[in-house]
């Protein structure tokens, strides 16, 4: 569990610092200021400043239809080992 919550966690990281990134660098906006968007995308919740260059409004765009995907991938890697362990519980094979 420690280690599928370690790869989570990585993940998750570096989402958010892809995102810090790509709002600082493409939109112009302070660390903190990017920071609260690319966690506010991430969680879900949406962007809080308003976004005003062309190449800030495309990152945004993929960076929400990623943050959907990788909120995803990272709920299945923490629950992957739950579910494993109620295969053997139960004795569910998996066909190879």
Request: with cysteine.
């Amino acid at each position: 569990m420690v280690r599928w919550g370690v790869a989570g966690a990585t993940l998750l990281l570096g989402s958010l610092a892809f995102g810090v990134c790509g709002y600082h660098f493409l939109e112009g906006l302070p660390w903190i200021d990017s920071l609260l968007d690319a966690s506010m995308i991430l969680g879900g919740m949406g962007p809080v400043d308003p976004i005003r260059t062309t190449a800030g409004k495309l990152f945004a765009s993929f960076y929400a239809l990623y943050s959907g995907l990788a909120i995803i991938a990272i709920v299945g890697i923490l629950i992957a080992p739950v579910v494993h362990r109620l295969f053997h519980k139960f004795h569910i094979e998996t066909s190879e």
